[in-house]
T-cell receptor, first 115, second 112 residues
Framework: NAGVTQTPKFQVLKTGQSMTLQCAQD?????MYWYRQDPGMGLRLIYY???????DKGEVPNGYNVSRLNKREFSLRLESAAPSQTSVYFC??????????????FGEGSRLTVL | DAKTTQPPSMDCAEGRAANLPCNHS???????VYWYRQIHSQGPQYIIH???NNETNEMASLIITEDRKSSTLILPHATLRDTAVYYC?????????????FGQGTELSVKP
């Protein structure tokens, strides 16, 4: 049981390049999330998907796009990377039902550097 | 979502109870209090949540005041491995998923 798996774990990009961060969960969860964490800061929500087929903006969606490919997978795309997007990206999932709505399971993070 | 306020840092002696406070004076009736922690650079880990009753699990206890304006997370016997940033979050209950907004948290240092 892998939980939440993120790929890649590390990536270096040049300004203007594009890339997609992949996230998959094997817990049959309904909701999935993408957060970013800058050095010394708390997590900020980029996008989330409450259920398969829906996506919503979080606190800092600009410069990102997401796709809920199916119930298991939720990808985050940077179309034209900027140095300000250098961060650690965390994917999370939750059952999304009842009182367990806020019980999120996180991946190990993807460390992105944009030069 | 209600704003939460936590002290930026706290120390605790190993083996003693760690009591982490959180103020959420504007919490509404349908908002749960969630606690997470983040050890070093790992992904955050869910600890516990509650609505208005005190809660206990294998990791911690959550004490919510009767007026629900504040809460305390208690780690009964802190160990060095409990050194982490602890986040208190107030978020509504949703039937079809929702979102958690993390703040700055409290950096807990457990010392020998």
């Amino acid at each position: 049981n892998a939980g939440v798996t993120q790929t890649p774990k590390f990536q270096v990009l040049k300004t203007g390049q594009s890339m997609t961060l992949q996230c998959a969960q094997d817990m049959n969860h309904n909701s999935m999330y993408w957060y970013r964490q800058d050095p010394g800061m708390g997590l900020r929500l980029i996008y989330y998907s409450a259920s398969e087929g829906t996506t919503d903006k979080g606190e800092v969606p600009n410069g990102y796009n997401v796709s809920r490919l199916n119930k298991r997978e939720f990808s985050l795309r940077l179309e034209s990377a900027a140095p300000s997007q250098t961060s650690v990206y965390f994917c999370a999932s939750s059952d999304g039902q009842g009182a367990n709505t806020g019980e999120l399971f996180f991946g190990e993070g993807s460390r992105l550097t944009v030069l | 979502d209600a704003k939460t306020t936590q002290p930026p840092s706290m120390d605790c002696a190993e083996g003693r109870a760690a009591n982490l406070p959180c103020n959420h004076s504007t919490i509404s009736g349908n908002e749960y209090v969630y606690w997470y922690r983040q050890i070093h650079s790992q992904g955050p880990q869910y600890i516990i949540h509650g609505l208005k009753n005190n809660e206990t699990n294998e990791m911690a206890s959550l004490i919510i005041t009767e007026d629900r304006k504040s809460s305390t997370l208690i780690l009964p016997h802190a160990t060095l491995r409990d050194t982490a940033v602890y986040y208190c979050i107030a978020s509504p209950f949703y039937n079809q998923g929702g979102k958690l907004i993390f703040g700055q948290g409290t950096e807990l240092s457990v010392k020998p």
